[in-house]
């Protein structure tokens, strides 16, 4: 007898029914919990051995696959940064280079809303990642042939985040719980390393202006002062004694003193307006440096009652020293413009060291004794409720399949399907 032949002559046995309950007929028959509950205990052995069987496979399986360790490492970034720029304030001239025109810090400049997010930024750039992969040789231990492969590997291993203390979190997940802590207090190393070359705060920023200032002056210098050494040979003047000194030295300090305003009015100017108080005077001061210089220079009767007839003017300096003079006098010029620049340079320096953000350490990346994936005894309880479950819909739908197999029509439907079915796949054989 065929298969289909045994399902033609299959009679289910006569099944008990349950009262039926007087329901209007656009409602749909109520559902027998009690039937089913006692389904589902007839066949809990099925059931039982089904849930283990899944509890089995998941317990080799958490056992077989690798095992993460997750380290988390806890930063401090700055709240408020300080200025200390104050001390500038006493030498006049460029202090005030360290007023708002190079100032504000860093995450004002940017935009953002927390001081952490710029840290945080600092953290995810690609140049600190690059020298974690390289450092730890995340290549070979990702098996990646691209550098981007592995620094993609490594952000998605990396979980940065500013938490509502204020803090930075690094937490580092890898299969060796001694490199994920080595990783994570990587990262804290690598952002001092990265913030010691970036210009973040406002001293920082003035800092690295006069340090560019002082190299480009410090060249000026030693150009005239070869130039100096050119004339001394051409002129055989070994160096100007007396009043016609005096002269040049007070030119050499009036045209330093104009330089100086210079700077300090053309920093002023990229923040201010024209009508600014500040501005206005220091061009009055410019003015008045630059006519008393022409005064000097062009022997005005005016620039010996200020010197009090005591210094000669530059057109009474003989012709073979004129030439001398205006070459010592340049040096001079830029030695003390150079001794200005120098000046608020070193005071950049301590304001910046005063300014640093300080980036501290609250908790390092220590190597965890507890792996973190995969969690062996939630998966395994999972496993064993989900087969059950699976199990338990299996007889239930098993059972629901058989009552309508009572039903001649739907019975004589799966029949013709089932025909259907063998005839095609006899056609297609």
């Not at 380290?71 to 500038?88: D, E, R, V």
Request: hydrophobic share 40%; proline share 5%.
């Amino acid at each position: 007898m065929t298969p289909t032949d045994q399902i033609e002559a299959y009679q289910p046995a006569p099944v008990r029914k349950a009262p039926e309950l007087a329901v209007s007929s656009d409602q749909e028959p109520p559902v027998n919990l009690l039937d089913a509950a006692l389904l589902l205990a007839s066949r809990k052995e099925f059931i039982l051995k089904t849930a283990l069987v899944f509890t089995i496979i998941t317990v080799i399986l958490v056992f077989v696959i690798p095992v993460d360790y997750t380290s988390t490492a806890a930063i401090m970034p700055p709240q408020k940064q300080n200025s200390a720029s104050a001390l500038l304030g006493e030498l006049g001239g460029l202090a005030a280079l360290s007023g708002g025109g190079l100032g504000g810090s860093a995450a004002g400049m940017l935009g953002l809303k927390k001081p952490g997010d710029l840290y945080i930024g600092l953290l995810q750039s690609e140049t600190i990642e690059d020298a974690i992969v390289r450092q730890f040789d995340l290549m070979h231990v990702y098996k990646k042939k691209r550098l981007s492969d592995a620094r993609k590997k490594l952000k998605s291993n990396t979980k940065i985040l500013s938490e509502k203390s204020s803090l930075i979190s690094i937490a580092i997940e890898d299969h060796s719980p001694t490199r994920a802590a080595a990783i994570a207090n990587a990262y804290i190393s690598h952002l001092h390393d990265l913030m010691s070359h970036l210009a973040i705060s406002e001293a920082a920023q003035r800092r690295v202006f006069f340090e560019h200032e002082v190299d480009e002056e410090k060249k000026r210098l030693a150009d005239a002062e070869e130039a100096l050494v050119r004339t001394e040979q051409k002129t055989g003047i070994i160096q100007p004694q007396g009043q016609t000194q005096a002269v040049i030295l007070t030119i050499m300090q009036l045209q330093a003193q104009i330089s100086a305003t210079e700077v300090e009015l053309s920093a002023l100017r990229s923040s201010a307006t024209n009508d600014n108080p500040k501005v206005i005077t220091l061009e009055s001061q410019l003015s008045g440096l630059r006519a008393r210089l022409s005064e000097f220079e062009k022997g005005h009767p005016q620039a010996q009652a200020i010197a009090g007839d005591v210094l000669p003017t530059v057109t009474s300096v003989p012709t073979a020293s004129l030439e001398y003079l205006r070459s010592y006098r340049e040096v001079r010029y830029h030695q003390t413009l150079f001794d200005l620049l120098a000046r608020q340079y070193e005071l950049a320096k301590v304001d910046e060291a005063q300014e640093a953000p300080v980036i501290q350490v609250v908790d390092p990346g220590l190597v965890p004794d507890k792996r973190s994936w995969p969690p062996r005894t939630i998966l395994t309880l999972l496993a064993f409720f989900l087969g059950g479950i699976l199990a338990s819909g299996w007889v239930l739908l098993r059972a629901a399949f058989l009552s309508r197999m009572q039903d001649p029509e739907f019975a004589a439907q799966t029949t013709q399907l089932r025909r259907q079915m063998s005839w095609r796949s006899r056609k297609a054989s």
